[in-house]
């Protein structure tokens, strides 16, 4: 658990210092409470509720199953650790779409849907609950038991980079798609692995913005497998929730049903377009809700 908490904080600390280099914190709202800071104490959140998943599974399989301990130590890693993987994003994969469909699971979700701007931070805002409800949560203790860490911390340094960079707004992808020589890689690529091309898709409004497409966290070919994939090779025109959504206070998103708040949740104003592009156009956003409606953005 430790050298997977090494892996979290030092991806992290790498890309808030390119994102930091490259102005992303100086857009509008970002230095706020409601988006930076909420995502900065769901980072902690995230790493005690995996904490915990560690002790909890570890103490109840040595006391219900101690002779367990490395059964699978003599199985070559070169299985264990894609089986890991896939197991564990085709289930973060069916949590996060049923999330978009299950109005009490999107309860839980909607923090992550929040912010206003893509940034590493977003990666892990989500209400407590969200992490229990991973099956990676209880999976990863059970692969290091049985006689894996390797699997696992490769794994995890895996997932953390891909889940990082897709939720980053540097949008290195977009030249690479646009490259002559680079776009058959990246057409392969992009239906293997979630891109910041794909990810920002499910986070945006307007005609390159669809919250009920690219479920995939690290892996996006089981969007593709299912026929949840949208690759628009285009920057959003903003994101957020739709205009009217309620929003509540960052405690509230994060720590309900231990946090309830007595005040009113705030309304959604409308979303400034970020695209140029589309000011110029006069186009509107429009975002698509779990309920497939299409809700207009002005």
Not at 156 to 180: G, K, M, N, Y
Not at 229 to 241: D, K, N, T, V, Y
Request: aromatic letters at 14%.
């Amino acid at each position: 658990m430790l050298h997977g908490t090494v892996f979290v904080l030092v991806f992290l600390a790498l890309f808030a210092a390119l994102e930091l280099a490259l102005g992303l914190y100086r857009r509008t709202g970002v230095l706020t409470m409601r988006e930076l800071g909420a995502s900065l104490v769901s980072v902690g959140a995230y790493l005690v509720i995996r904490g915990a998943s560690f002790v909890g599974v570890t103490w109840a399989l040595w006391a219900l199953w101690p002779g367990s301990e490395g059964a699978l130590a003599g199985v070559s890693s070169w299985l264990v650790f894609p089986i890991y993987v896939l197991l564990d994003e085709y289930g973060i994969y069916w949590v996060h779409r049923k999330s978009h469909e299950w109005p009490w699971l999107w309860w839980i979700h909607k923090p992550h849907h929040v912010p206003r701007n893509m940034n590493i931070a977003v990666t892990y805002r989500e209400n407590w609950l969200w992490y229990v409800l991973l099956p990676g949560t209880w999976l990863a203790p059970l692969v290091v038991w049985l006689g894996h860490p390797g699997a696992y911390v490769v794994g995890l340094a895996f997932r953390t980079l891909i889940v990082l960079v897709e939720h980053s707004d540097l949008r290195w992808d977009l030249h690479l798609q646009q490259s002559r020589f680079a776009r058959p890689a990246m057409w392969v690529l992009e239906r293997i692995v979630s891109l910041p091309d794909t990810h920002h898709v499910h986070h945006g409004v307007g005609r390159f913005g669809n919250a009920t497409k690219n479920y995939g966290a690290a892996l996006i070919c089981f969007d593709w497998i299912h026929g949840t994939l949208m690759i628009p090779h285009a920057r959003q025109e903003g994101f957020g929730l739709p205009e009217g959504a309620p929003v509540e206070p960052w405690a509230e998103q994060l720590f309900w049903p231990f946090v309830r708040s007595k005040k009113k949740a705030v309304r959604r104003r409308p979303i400034e377009h970020t695209s140029p592009e589309a000011e110029a156009a006069g186009a509107e956003a429009v975002i698509y809700t779990a309920d497939g409606c299409a809700v207009v953005v002005r």
